[in-house]
């Protein structure tokens, strides 16, 4: 199967927005196998979203839109679809009646505008949007398909991974892929595929490295005739990697690394506080954009001054004055003290220089500490981070993460 993505959006083209849709969308692609030989991107424009598809569909079996599909008048993508084929719009009944009950369920009255997003082109189906107002669209004709969805990322990525996923895997050849991502830290990337051994050559399940920030990532797809036969599939192969490099896996699961902080902490009873100095409070703006972390977050302390950490941390002075605010002594003060002061059970740290100035000899720009203090024990980590100030940063809150991540794992085996 070979597809193509066209990206709708005049925004796009003026260089407001990145397209992150299809990058998103790229890397699904590969996921499952299928070639994308081709990425488009059009404006809002009814005749050149027609022609960008027809375009398309002369090379490609599938074709991915993203985007226009709102209740707009900029909003034409439906009707570029419905123009590709040469088919009029029409209100789609089913899909109408789903947004009849969306919009009351929220209390919005069903003007016209609104029930304009439920025509589609005449023949499509209908894709259910489980977290916006603007339906997908699915429309085959002669074993090509064009697949709609709607261009905020939130509402495409939902469509795309419960209705689309599920519809393109039954396509190609009747058989499912299921995968299951595997994350280590403490290990290299050649070293893991080294232990790995002849693992890595298998042909289903497939395995692949993909390297992050702080940890390698093991991307392991089975593929089978039905769901329960890829997991077992899975199943086997994750036995026999555990076996193998079981003691530096960080986590199973490609969710973001604060989901996979909460859902560890939840499993514990367990609470967090953070004490930030370089990373200015991200680490709590991560934690916290997880739903329901209420339950484990305290709090967090930015003390970004030498003084600030003395009156909020009580960072004792001659602590400062033998090691200085960026130091592994500092570090491991600021988390102990953060968890004792917020009552949690994990306290976490950041202390370093981001730059573009400052640092010193021994401790150049880049030069980031970290603490994490558990009832076990408190552990610090120096790093030497490249990039901006921002990649710094936002690198330093990442692994601080990662680094809460492992000491709940190894606070649970006693390791
Ligand atoms: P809406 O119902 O909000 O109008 P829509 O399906 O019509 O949704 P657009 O109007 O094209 O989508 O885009 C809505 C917003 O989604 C854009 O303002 C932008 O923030 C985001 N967006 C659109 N396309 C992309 C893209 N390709 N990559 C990343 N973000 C995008
Ligand atoms: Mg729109």
């Known amino acids: ?153 939130a509402e495409m990525e939902a469509m795309f991974e419960r209705e689309v996923v599920p519809r393109l895997q039954r396509r190609l050849s009747g058989q499912v892929l299921r995968w299951r991502v595997f994350r280590f830290v403490g290990i290299g990337e050649s070293a893991l595929t080294d232990r790995l051994g002849e693992l890595m050559e298998s042909a289903n399940p497939t395995l692949g490295t993909l390297v992050k920030p702080g940890e390698v990532w093991l991307r392991v797809a089975a593929k089978a005739s039905s769901e329960a036969e890829a997991e077992a599939l899975l199943d086997s192969m994750e036995g026999q990697i555990r076996r193998r490099v079981g003691e530096w896996l960080l986590a199973v699961g490609d969710e973001p690394i604060e989901v996979l902080v909460g859902q560890r902490l939840r499993e514990l009873g367990w609470a967090i506080a953070t004490a930030e100095s370089i990373t200015g409070g991200l680490i709590c703006t991560l934690l916290t954009e997880v739903p329901g972390s209420s339950e484990y977050v305290r709090g967090g302390i930015v003390a970004y001054t030498e003084a600030t950490k003395m009156s909020l941390l009580s960072v004792p002075w001659d602590l400062l004055q033998k090691h200085g605010a960026v130091s592994a002594e500092c570090a491991r003060w600021m988390a102990s003290h953060v968890r004792a002061r917020l009552k949690a059970q994990v306290g976490v740290a950041t202390t370093g220089y981001a730059g573009p100035t400052g640092g010193e000899p021994d401790k150049p720009i880049g030069t980031v500490f970290i603490a994490v203090s558990t009832p076990a024990k408190t552990v610090v980590e120096r790093y030497q981070l490249r990039g901006t100030r921002r990649q710094i940063r936002e690198r330093a809150a990442h692994l601080a993460l990662v680094q809460v991540l492992r000491s709940l794992r190894e606070g649970a085996t006693g390791g």
């Open 1 to 153: 199967m070979v597809a193509e993505i066209i990206s709708v959006g005049t925004e796009l083209l003026l260089g407001q927005i990145v397209d992150t849709n299809a990058v998103y969308l790229s890397q699904w692609l590969a996921k499952l196998g299928i070639d994308l030989f081709r990425r488009t991107t059009v404006g809002d424009n009814r005749q050149r979203i027609a022609q960008a598809v027809r375009e398309g569909l002369e090379r490609a079996d599938l074709i991915l839109t993203t985007g226009g599909l709102g209740p707009t008048p900029d909003d034409v993508t439906a009707a570029g679809v419905a123009d590709a084929f040469g088919v009029p719009l029409t209100r789609h009944p089913e899909a109408e009646r789903w947004l009849m009950a969306l919009l009351q369920g929220r209390g919005i009255a069903p003007s016209p505008t609104l029930l304009k997003q439920a025509d589609l082109p005449k023949g499509a189906d209908w894709l259910p949007n489980p977290v916006g107002t603007a339906p997908g669209i699915w429309m085959e004709r002669d074993g090509k398909t064009v697949v709609a969805m709607p261009g905020v990322p």
